[in-house]
Structure formats: structure tokens, C-alpha cells
């Protein structure tokens, strides 16, 4: 990724917090503080401009959640989080991004360089992160100094989603401008635009061959599959790759439920029905349980009324019979945040 020479916008200050046993960050006077041994963590944001931290825990073997921070990041709305490694970072329509160290539990500053609502945040490793605005523009950030390398400019409208090929080499973005760009983060240039439908979330599967854009009723899965809702909208998307059965896509929708389908022939094979309002967004993390020997495939799903649920994908390759699609209707766990929830990213735990 090339050098940009304009100066940064970048305030670096010392952390408001003091660091209670290691445990969590000490940030506002209201926050909730609960000592527990995570396994994993999951951060959410809301309208209300509250970050939640929840600790995933397990206890023989049934999944705890334990908060573990509960405090407003921002003046605004929070419209992305997203995890690279031990940072932690948070956009707002307060155009503002929040840093955080998570294995320290001590907030890093904020990046000032956007002129609009934060839209999108994605980090590639632990090297690198891009940012996307309603101001149409994506910045390219190195982590190690939070310089940002580069402006990407092109979009005409509100960037809403972007995500970093699997190599690190190239990004797509897509847009209110109903366009998908194809960007080389080696030059910090457009490498291809082309139109489409208004496309609200693009991801790019793990191997990086492929790539879906969701476009409301309609995921459009680079001409391999087209999977539609008739009565509802796709609102969130991800992609899981299982030894087997290949390339997954995981999606959340208006009607409620989070549905899992099989790319190779587009067949739906479980079908996740907890929540009570719409999903607003979802991810996924493997973790052992302490009475098993194997990883569990944990999917996280959030609703707009407040409510985390975590299932276990596990149920899935539990079904002999795949072409069928499994109904699931009781999460591992599930925590009530009372708050309009809007966006959730995971990570592993860091308990040394």
C-alpha cells in the first residue's frame, strides 16, 4: 500500500481509563463492570451511541455472557465496529472513528479524516484498516501509527460497504451511486467500476475467487448463484467456508431470521428462528467448548430490539440429510441489551 504525504488527521491521546485488574475499560462513569474469563468477546454498537462489550463464556458446557463494558463511545449513532487483532474500532454518524486496544482495555484516540457519517470499517491482518463515508470517500489507514495512507476517491455517493480480498492486494466497495469498484490498495487506485442495483453490502468469500452484493431483496453471488426473498430484504451477509459441503452464505433479513445457504446449488439448509424484530447484522467465531475436543462454529446474530443470540453452526453438519433444511429455534445463549442494536464484530480472547 503506497505512502500518502498529507498529514494525518489523527488525535493521539492518553487513555481516559484506568485499567481495573486488567479487565475492562475504565471510560465513563456509568460503565458496567463484571470480572469473568472469556473465551470470546462480542462487541456491539447502537442507535442509542452505546458500545457493548460481552463476554462469550463457557460453563460446562453451556455458553455464559457476561458485560464486561457498557458506555457511549460516540454523540451519534454507531453504524460500524469492526476487530483487527487486539484493536478495536468503532465509526458514528458523528464522523468521528474510536480507537481501542483490547488487549490493553484502553481506548487509542480517534480518526478525524472522513467529512461524513462512518459507513463501513474493515481491517485487513493487524497492518491495515479501510474506512467508508456518506461522503463518498474510502481511507486507507497502517496501524502500527494510525497514518492514513491514502484517500480513494470515485464513488458519488454514501460508500456502503467494502470489503479486502483475502490477499490484501485489492478491495471492492459498493455504493448509493449504484456502482461496485474494484480498487488496488498496492497503488491506491480504481482498478474497475462498474453499475448495478444499489448495493449495500459486498463481501468476498474466504479463498477470495467469488463475492456477493446484496442489493435488499436480491444477493447476487458473482453469477455462481442469485438468491432472492419474495416478501422480505436481506439487511446482512457472510460468508462461511466448511471442508465439505464449500462456500456458505450466512444472511440476515427484515422477516426475523437468519438463513444459511449452500453457493454450489443455491439450496437453503437451516434456517436460525429466535429473534423478534429484523436482524440487523451477523458474524461468526469458532471456539472449544471445555467438554469437547473440536471447534464449534458460533454464529452471532443481532436484532434491532436489542436482543444477541449465539447459535451453534454446528447443529447444521450434525444433519445427515443435507439436503434438508434445518429449522433451529433455541440459541446457545442470548442477552437482552435493551438498545437498538446496529452492528457486532468478534474476537478471540486475550486473557494472558
Not at 474469563?37 to 454498537?45: A, M, P, S, T
Not at 465509526?91 to 480517534?110: A, F, N, P, Q, V
Request: contains cysteine; proline residues 3%; hydrophobic residues 35%.
Amino acid at each position: 500500500m503506497s505512502h500518502h504525504q498529507k498529514k494525518k488527521k489523527v488525535t493521539d491521546k492518553e487513555s481516559t481509563s484506568d485499567i481495573d485488574n486488567n479487565l475492562t475499560f475504565q471510560i465513563q462513569e456509568n460503565l458496567i463492570i463484571k470480572e469473568s474469563v472469556e473465551d470470546f468477546l462480542i462487541v456491539v454498537g447502537s442507535y442509542e451511541r452505546i458500545l457493548y462489550g460481552i463476554n462469550g463464556c463457557w460453563c460446562k458446557p453451556s455458553l455464559r455472557f457476561d458485560p464486561t463494558f457498557i458506555f457511549p463511545a460516540h454523540i451519534g449513532c454507531i453504524k460500524a465496529v469492526a476487530i483487527g487483532s487486539r484493536y478495536l474500532a468503532s465509526g458514528s454518524t458523528d464522523e468521528i472513528i474510536k480507537l481501542y486496544d483490547i488487549k490493553k482495555r484502553k481506548e487509542i484516540g480517534s480518526l478525524l479524516q472522513h467529512d461524513g457519517s462512518i459507513t463501513t470499517i474493515k481491517f485487513y491482518n493487524k497492518t491495515h484498516m479501510i474506512s467508508g463515508s456518506e461522503d463518498g470517500t474510502l481511507c486507507i489507514w497502517r496501524t502500527k501509527d494510525w497514518e492514513y495512507l491514502k484517500i480513494l476517491k470515485g464513488h458519488k455517493g454514501r460508500v456502503n460497504s467494502v470489503d479486502i480480498h483475502p490477499s490484501g492486494k485489492i478491495a471492492l466497495s459498493v455504493s448509493s451511486d449504484k456502482t461496485v469498484r474494484l480498487w488496488n490498495l498496492l497503488t491506491g487506485r480504481k482498478a474497475a467500476a462498474n453499475k448495478l442495483g444499489r448495493g449495500e453490502m459486498v463481501i468476498w468469500n474466504p479463498s477470495g475467487d467469488r463475492y456477493a452484493i446484496l442489493m435488499g431483496q436480491e444477493i447476487d453471488g458473482q453469477v455462481i448463484q442469485t438468491f432472492q426473498l419474495k416478501n422480505s430484504r436481506y439487511l446482512c451477509m457472510r460468508y462461511f467456508a466448511h471442508d465439505t459441503l464449500g462456500d456458505l452464505l450466512i444472511t440476515g433479513s427484515e422477516d426475523k431470521t437468519v438463513r444459511v445457504y449452500n453457493v454450489k446449488n443455491g439450496d437453503c439448509i437451516a434456517t436460525y428462528m429466535g429473534h423478534k424484530s429484523r436482524i440487523k447484522d451477523i458474524s461468526i467465531i469458532c471456539s472449544i467448548p471445555p467438554t469437547y475436543s473440536t471447534p464449534f462454529s458460533l454464529l452471532t446474530s443481532i436484532s434491532s430490539d436489542g436482543v444477541i443470540n449465539v447459535w451453534s453452526l454446528n447443529d447444521i453438519w450434525s444433519n445427515k440429510e443435507q439436503t434438508q433444511n434445518v429449522i433451529i429455534t433455541t440459541p446457545l445463549a442470548s442477552y437482552d441489551t435493551k438498545s437498538r442494536l446496529t452492528c457486532v464484530a468478534l474476537s478471540q480472547a486475550f486473557n494472558d
